[in-house]
């Protein structure tokens, strides 16, 4: 989906947990290059390069990505979009570079998550998917980062893009303004929900209180849209939306 000039919202849909989940990678893009910002569950590398060309885009543009953070449905499609493309290059914030790189395990998947994994999976998921699925929680997707971003660094290709470091989801999230058509990548610093936007879930979340504090930042920003990797696209008066949870 086509949201500005330069701006691609990706809509890709993945089974989680015995129901489809939706999720919003986005592409930024100019005349020289394409950036995807986060690449979804392990496996979705196809669904990856079908939305892309459904924009208009060929995926042999790609020359950059940037992740939002290490959270598996962001980093999930990473080794297999390296591997079909090996010159693609990855940026990231540099609290999150150990664990994207796989030299530490990822900070939401403790001993207790992966001994619970039997008992929140729906009980009609087969076994086998159940052993994939804890097998990826054991060894999660990895990949080099090869650059690390800073708070308030600016890009200067596509546009323009400002990094905005908002940590509490995890310590080292971060969201994009894209300057030219002030729209905000949030990553999951916010999502939408029924048309809305709101703070993080509490429950997938490692600093809450970290995360509305992040949302400060946010308000420095003249913001037309917003899109959220959990909700999609948010056109509704953001800069007043975000400056209640901020204030909250």
Known sequence: ??????????????????????????????EETAILVDTGYPGQLPKLREGMEKAGLSPDRLK????????LDHIGSLPDILHQSPRVKVWAHPLE?????????????????LAR???TLPAEVP???????????????????????????????CGGI????????????????????????????LVLRAGRLAPPDPHQTLDMDLAIQSLQKLTQYEIE??????????????????????GS
């Open 225 to 246: 849209r917003v899109i959220c990797y959990h909700g999609g696209l948010c056109r509704e008066d953001p800069n007043r939306q975000i400056a209640k949870w901020a």
């Open 162 to 189: 400002t990094v905005i470091h908002t940590p509490g989801h995890t310590p080292g999230h971060i969201s994009l303004y894209h300057q030219r058509s002030k729209t905000l990548i949030a990553g999951d610093a």
């Open 1 to 30: 989906m086509r949201v500005a000039d330069g701006v691609d919202m990706l809509e890709i849909s993945a089974p989680v947990l015995g129901k489809m989940d939706l999720i919003y990678p986005t592409v930024i893009w100019d």
């Open 97 to 113: 570079k150990p664990y994207i790189q796989g030299e530490k395990q990822l900070l939401k998947i403790t001993p207790e998550v």
């Open 117 to 119: 994994v039997d008992s």
């Open 127 to 157: 076994r086998e998917w159940r052993q994939a699925f804890k097998a990826i929680l054991e060894n999660p997707p990895k990949g080099e980062v090869d650059r690390t971003l800073e708070d308030g660094e600016e890009l200067p290709c």
């Open 64 to 71: 950059q990505i940037i992740l939002t953070h290490q959270d």
